[in-house]
């Protein structure tokens, strides 16, 4: 199953660096997580001659640190801020091309490098394909300060099981590129996640919310056959 699971993510960052990294693309945002690695596989069997002339902006130390070890050109969106496309993984999408991301803790910096191009597109398998999201928690980044305030504020608005994000092999929170925490919000079935995003993006100590709402232009899914099934917006 784990190798079908990464043949389906192989399948989708290819096909979407084909269908959506041209040639004449200058600056390309690269996303984070298991899928993106692929989308960094792909990039780098392009032409050299088109690379050396591309700025690649990642999302993360991950991102960064797979561009860099293959030789491509690494910019940040403070330098460059208009990115023609950026691809990124996603841990869950919705029939409307609304995302959770934040699995990995680099929600905010995804956010910023999405918001940032012309195109914003996504790439997972076929287990992140969902009708409505919710099968996970909501990855909330806040201000360390602040995140005992923030968690009482999720319970209260439902999130009764709302918990901070614990580190697996130190003794602590899992601490963001940004230096803050995360807490992770499950809602359950999320039926308006524009409305929710808003709602938690009000309360005082949250620097980002892991919901990416009407931003994605187009979303590849791997399936376990050896498809891809496209979603794009309405």
Request: glycine share 8%; net charge negative.
């Amino acid at each position: 199953m784990a190798s079908l699971i990464e043949q389906a993510k192989k399948k989708a960052a290819y096909q979407a660096v084909d269908e959506h990294v041209l040639d004449s693309h200058k600056v390309i945002g690269v996303g984070s997580g298991s899928t993106v690695v692929y989308v960094v596989e792909r990039l780098l069997q392009r032409d050299a001659a088109v690379n050396a002339k591309t700025v690649f902006v990642p999302t993360s130390f991950q991102s960064r640190g797979l561009l860099i070890d293959g030789g491509l050109s690494v910019g940040d969106v403070e330098q460059y801020p208009d990115i023609d496309v950026t691809i990124d993984g996603a841990d869950e999408v919705d029939e409307h091309l609304n995302a959770i991301k934040g699995g990995g803790g680099a929600h905010l910096q995804e956010k910023v490098v999405a918001e940032a191009a012309k195109k914003f597109v996504i790439v997972a398998d076929f287990r992140k394909n969902s009708k409505y999201l919710g099968e996970q928690g909501v990855p909330i980044e806040v201000v360390p300060m602040a995140w005992k305030a923030v968690l009482r504020k999720l319970q209260a608005m439902g999130s009764s099981t709302a918990k901070l994000r614990m580190a697996v092999a130190k003794a602590g929170p899992v601490v963001t590129d940004n230096s803050n925490f995360i807490i992770d919000a499950p809602f359950g079935l999320i039926k308006n996640p524009a409305q929710l995003l808003k709602d938690i993006k009000l309360i005082t100590g949250v620097v980002e919310v892991g919901l990416f709402c009407d931003m994605a232009e187009i979303a590849y899914f791997g399936n376990e056959d050896g498809s891809v099934s496209i979603r794009s917006k309405p």
